[in-house]
Every structure is written in structure tokens, then in C-alpha cells.
């Protein structure tokens, strides 16, 4: 059972920056997406970044973080990360790690972290 723990939360003023980790005790290379998604107090957990591999590459953003935020991976460190830069209050939030895995079975499976806070003050 894959497990991903998610690191780098805290407290920033806007216009900071912060960068989230998300570390795989599995072989991130085998994930064939990854992404971080938000839920923010009272609202439905969002997407932030996504992350895609094998065939169709690519990245894709919130309309909300375009040019703020970049999702990159190392598959030697088995890590997903999320640099988050001029930070808003509406940034704020429990920021999740989430991946899909193609199992044994062809079924596509979903693996979350257990989130990591940000709070973002003005």
C-alpha cells in the first residue's frame, strides 16, 4: 500500500512564499498522475495542480494559481512538490497530495495524503 505524507505547511504573510512536499514511499514514477487540491473551511476540496505522466505529459492549474504556483516532481527523491509564491489569503487552506495508480487489476486507484495547513494572513 502506497503511502504519501505531505510536509511544509505553516503560517505566511501575503505576498510570501511557501513550498509543499508530498514524499511517495512508493516509486513516484509509477504514479500516472499526481496533483494537490485544497479545501478551504466550509467549501469542497479544489484543485489546485495536477501532474501528468506516461503518455499526454503535462501540467495543468487553477485558473486562481496560474502563474503563482508550479507542481514539479524528483522520481530519485520519490517527491512531488508545489511552489506556492505570492500567497494570498484565499490561499488559505488543507492542502492534500494525491496520486492514481493503474492497479493489477486495471482499475484506477486513488491515494491521498493526510494534508498539510496553510494559512495565508494579510
Known amino acids: 500500500q502506497v503511502q504519501l505524507v505531505e510536509s511544509g505547511g505553516g503560517s505566511v504573510l501575503a505576498g510570501e512564499s511557501l513550498t509543499l512536499t508530498c514524499a511517495s514511499s512508493g516509486n513516484i514514477g509509477d504514479f500516472r498522475a499526481m496533483g494537490w487540491y485544497r479545501q478551504a473551511p466550509g467549501n469542497e476540496r479544489e484543485v489546485v495542480a495536477l501532474l501528468f505522466a506516461g503518455v499526454n505529459v503535462g501540467t495543468h492549474y487553477a485558473d486562481s494559481v496560474k502563474g503563482r504556483f508550479t507542481i514539479s516532481r524528483d522520481l530519485a527523491m520519490n517527491k512531488l512538490y508545489l511552489q506556492m509564491n505570492s500567497l494570498k489569503p484565499e490561499d488559505t487552506g488543507v492542502y492534500y497530495c494525491?496520486?492514481?495508480?493503474?492497479?493489477?487489476?486495471?482499475?484506477?486507484?486513488?491515494?491521498w495524503g493526510q494534508g498539510t495547513q496553510v494559512t495565508v494572513s494579510s
Open positions: 494525491k496520486g492514481v495508480l493503474l492497479s493489477a487489476t486495471e482499475q484506477w486507484d486513488d491515494y
